[in-house]
């Protein structure tokens, strides 16, 4: 007989993201997926990073959360993640400075990780 073992499938970040705005505005959220990532431009052999956003902060460019979301007057930042993942240093420069104007960011890994934020913040 033969015996075949069967892996775990890993959840990608995006099947989270998208598990977490779908539920997000389910119940009712406005949910705002932050394309953080730096886009190339120019011609071939003369490209040059353009950054869509700063923080006016601290001046950096990067680290902002995946997910913004707000309702009855509460802001959500959540940053996704896979099982392996792991925050830049600018992600963590970003939930220090969010964490000083009293607000912070989740970190969701997993489908699971999500349904489990969603129970805390409607208690």
């Avoid at 069967?6 to 389910?26: G, H, S």
């Avoid at 190339?40 to 040059?48: C, K, L, T, V």
């Avoid at 993942?85 to 600018?90: Q, Y």
Wanted: aromatic share 6%; charged share 25%.
């Amino acid at each position: 007989m033969k015996t075949q073992t069967f892996k775990p499938k890993v959840e990608t970040e995006k099947q989270i993201q998208d598990y977490l705005l779908k539920r997000l505005v389910a119940a009712g959220w406005l949910a705002v997926r932050q394309n953080s990532g730096m886009q190339m431009i120019g011609a071939p052999g003369r490209q040059r990073p353009f950054l869509a956003y700063t923080i006016a902060n601290n001046g950096a460019h990067g680290g902002v959360t995946d997910v913004w979301a707000c309702r009855e007057n509460k802001i959500l930042l959540v940053e996704v993640k896979n099982a392996k993942g792991k925050a830049r240093p600018s992600q963590e420069n970003f939930a220090r400075l969010a964490a000083d104007c009293g607000t912070v960011v989740y970190l969701v890994r997993s489908k699971d990780d999500v349904d489990n934020l969603l129970r805390e913040i409607s208690a």
